[in-house]
T-cell receptor, first 113, second 113 residues
Framework: DVKVTQSSRYLVKRTGEKVFLECVQD?????MFWYRQDPGLGLRLIYF???????EKGDIPEGYSVSREKKERFSLILESASTNQTSMYLC????????????FGDGTRLSIL | AQSVTQLGSHVSVSEGALVLLRCNYS??????LFWYVQYPNQGLQLLLK??????LVKGINGFEAEFKKSETSFHLTKPSAHMSDAAEYFC???????????FGKGTRLSVIA
């Protein structure tokens, strides 16, 4: 089974802090994704990556950056956290071939105070 | 552009009753379609996927979905609801190539004893 592991289930940070959310997958997947999930808005794509050191903006990249130095690890960075970034963050991975499902981690519930 | 519409943000059924969750998609090419389930405070888990092999797709936990091209629909059903089915359900579409899934906004299923 594919395992996508997010480093924290719950995280509390302060406004203005630089926040790192880590995601690791163990199935040698080429693609990795970061979403945020908010009530009534569903899942919104922040960034995704098809390969090491590659990144593509999703629908809501503002205020975020990403890093993919190794194939198995995809980090989401909140450069200067703000209260409107309080949310559930979900990481996913998939194979490069078309038509493949995405596999999700358990999520990180981030609160910015 | 691809899009997914899930009719009804909240559906409530009695235990033992039929579950029907609706999903309509738009895609310019034959799509890949997916249903995911999310239990409270967890990530998304793949329920089933349509990849053109058969129009009726069986998934885990007794769920199934039927692809109807003429109606651009991929509704999720289960003959008899169980309390453990209470969760949020997401429909997703992938039209072609190696692009991220496009998700609907989700339907929360409540099961009443």
């Amino acid at each position: 089974d594919v395992k996508v592991t997010q480093s924290s289930r719950y995280l509390v940070k302060r406004t203005g802090e630089k926040v790192f959310l880590e995601c690791v997958q163990d199935m040698d997947h080429e693609n990795m994704f970061w979403y945020r999930q908010d009530p009534g808005l569903g899942l919104r794509l922040i960034y995704f990556s098809y390969d090491v050191k590659m990144k593509e903006k999703g629908d809501i990249p503002e205020g975020y950056s990403v890093s993919r130095e190794k194939k198995e690890r995809f980090s989401l960075i909140l450069e200067s956290a703000s209260t409107n970034q309080t949310s559930m963050y979900l990481c996913a991975s998939s194979l490069f071939q078309g038509g493949q499902p995405q596999h999700f981690g358990d999520g990180t519930r981030l609160s910015i105070l | 552009a691809q899009s997914v519409t899930q009719l009804g943000s909240h559906v409530s059924v009695s235990e033992g009753a039929l579950v029907l969750l609706r999903c309509n998609y738009s895609s310019s090419v034959p799509p890949y379609l997916f249903w995911y389930v999310q239990y409270p405070n967890q990530g998304l888990q793949l329920l089933l996927k349509y990849t053109s092999a058969a129009t009726l797709v069986k998934g885990i936990n007794g769920f199934e979905a039927e692809f109807k091209k003429s109606e651009t629909s991929f509704h999720l059903t289960k003959p008899s609801a169980h309390m453990s089915d209470a969760a949020e359900y997401f429909c997703a579409v992938l039209s072609s190539g190696n692009t991220p899934l496009v998700f609907g906004k989700g339907t929360r299923l409540s099961v009443i004893a």
